[in-house]
């Protein structure tokens, strides 16, 4: 479990909210969670996806990086592990130590194939890889994964830690999915919630893999979330649709996810 010491604060960074492919204003997913604990700032990195990495570099260093949470292996979300690689292996102030990274089963040899390395060694040296299955602890955070509804193996979270000022908060991550009962776990009574929302309401979408604005604001009610933030919008939609159909569907504090927006959770 979580010590009982709390953080002086827990905090979001949308480092990159476009949505399948970067876009003009934003690269492919990834946020910066960061708590100060115990005498230092604790940086987690969920997702690395296209264009991530360079952007990252504005917010923390990378080399600081405590551990790395993939929520699943399309190249949107976690292709930039293939240079965070490079950065780790060959800095010229030497190889860094391992550092964890959870993700779905064989997330090891995904990235093995991404960069052609051999499977038998790959990145092992560089990363320490743990498979989502149960709840686990980095520093002041608990994380909790939960299965959700897209095409390969995925998963949403909840990102919780104890705070010196407003007790335990809570930040929740939908991943990529379709509409899932999964969502509602997720999301229960979070502080802030981050949801993808990546197809129009009224068009012909397939089933088992992305949701709408709607659907993110039907989520968000049902859960009683304080906060709604719509992310992974691809540039080829209008985002305020989409943040307009969130908005007829949840009548709290919703808004659309910007490049460089700092959360307090």
């Known amino acids: 479990m979580i010590p009982k010491m709390g953080t002086t604060s827990f905090?979001?960074?949308v480092v990159g909210c476009s949505g399948s492919y970067p876009g003009p204003d934003s690269p492919a997913s990834c946020y910066l969670v960061q708590a100060e604990h115990a005498g230092r700032t604790w940086s987690l990195v969920v997702d690395l996806g296209n264009g991530a990495l360079g952007a990252l570099q504005r917010y923390v260093d990378p080399l600081e990086v405590d551990a790395v949470l993939l929520s699943h292996l399309h190249a949107d979300h976690c292709v930039d592990m293939t240079s965070y690689y490079?950065?780790?292996?060959?800095?010229?102030?030497?190889?860094?130590?391992?550092?964890?990274?959870w993700g779905p089963s064989n997330t090891d040899v995904r990235l093995a194939h991404a960069y052609d390395l051999p499977i038998n060694t790959g990145m092992r040296e560089e990363f320490e890889f743990h498979v989502f299955d149960a709840p686990f602890v980095v520093g002041p955070f608990e994380i909790e994964p939960y299965s959700v509804d897209h095409p390969v193996e995925a998963y949403g979270m909840r990102i919780s830690a104890d705070t010196d000022e407003h007790g335990r908060r809570t930040l929740a991550y939908s991943g990529d999915t379709g509409?899932?009962?999964?969502?509602?776990?997720?999301?229960?009574?979070?502080?802030?919630?981050?949801?993808?929302?990546?197809?129009?309401?009224?068009?012909?979408?397939?089933?088992?893999?992305?949701?709408?604005?709607?659907e993110c604001g039907e989520a968000a009610a049902k859960s009683r979330v304080k906060r709604l933030v719509i992310t992974h919008i691809p540039p080829w939609h209008d985002a305020q649709r989409m943040l307009t159909e969130s908005l007829g569907t949840f009548d709290g504090p919703t808004e659309l996810a910007v490049q460089g927006a700092v959360y307090a959770i």
């Not at 490079?86 to 990274?101: A, D």
């Not at 802030?192 to 979408?205: K, M, P, T, Y």
């Open 179 to 214: 509409v899932t009962p999964a969502l509602l776990d997720i999301a229960h009574e979070a502080d802030l919630f981050l949801c993808e929302a990546s197809f129009r309401d009224g068009d012909d979408n397939p089933p088992s893999l992305h949701l709408t604005g709607a």
């Open 11 to 13: 905090r979001m960074t």
């Open 86 to 101: 490079v950065l780790r292996k060959y800095h010229p102030h030497g190889t860094q130590p391992q550092i964890p990274v």
